[in-house]
């Protein structure tokens, strides 16, 4: 339904979605991701600070592995497990020419600054990848978060 709405918006269909802290979660994660495993158009989708959950996440990385465009998820604290985050960074690892973030850093960005970010350990697993993937980033700050033992 989401999508549907932003194609309608955006002629030739939205490329990206912005839903940071919008209360997504439960069902509407559910349509969201069965939207975005048909949708030709969204190269990036930002749904960090919702309640995804588990279920959710499952439901997203099936949508990843099966979307063609859609490069960039910022998935930070959805509040998924471990498990969850390292399913979606396999989906992610197994399309290396296509998604570039699961965490927001941008391809050419040469700092990363989450100092006094609320990071848990799935968290920490999503910025792993992005780390990995971004091949301009000499900087990193991670002072002050929650991340903990991984």
Not at 5 to 19: D, F, T
Not at 34 to 51: G, K, M, P, V
Not at 120 to 129: R, S, V
Request: proline share 3%; net charge negative; with cysteine.
């Amino acid at each position: 339904w989401l999508l549907d709405r932003a194609a309608r918006l955006s002629p030739g269909g939205a490329r990206r979605l912005e839903l940071s802290g919008c209360c997504v979660g439960g069902k509407a994660v559910l349509h969201l991701a069965s939207a975005l495993r048909a949708d030709t158009t969204l190269t990036s989708l930002d749904i960090r600070r919702n309640y995804i959950g588990n279920r959710g996440a499952i439901c997203l990385a099936n949508a990843l592995a099966a979307n063609a465009t859609l490069t960039n998820l910022n998935m930070l604290g959805t509040m998924i497990t471990e498990e969850n985050a390292r399913a979606l960074v396999a989906v992610a690892e197994f399309k290396p020419n296509q998604i570039k973030s699961l965490c927001g850093i941008t391809a050419d960005a040469s700092s990363v600054d989450f100092t006094e970010r609320p990071l848990d350990p799935a968290d920490a697993l999503l910025l792993a990848f992005d780390l990995r993937v971004n091949e301009t980033a000499t900087e990193l700050d991670l002072s002050s978060n929650q991340i903990g033992d991984v």
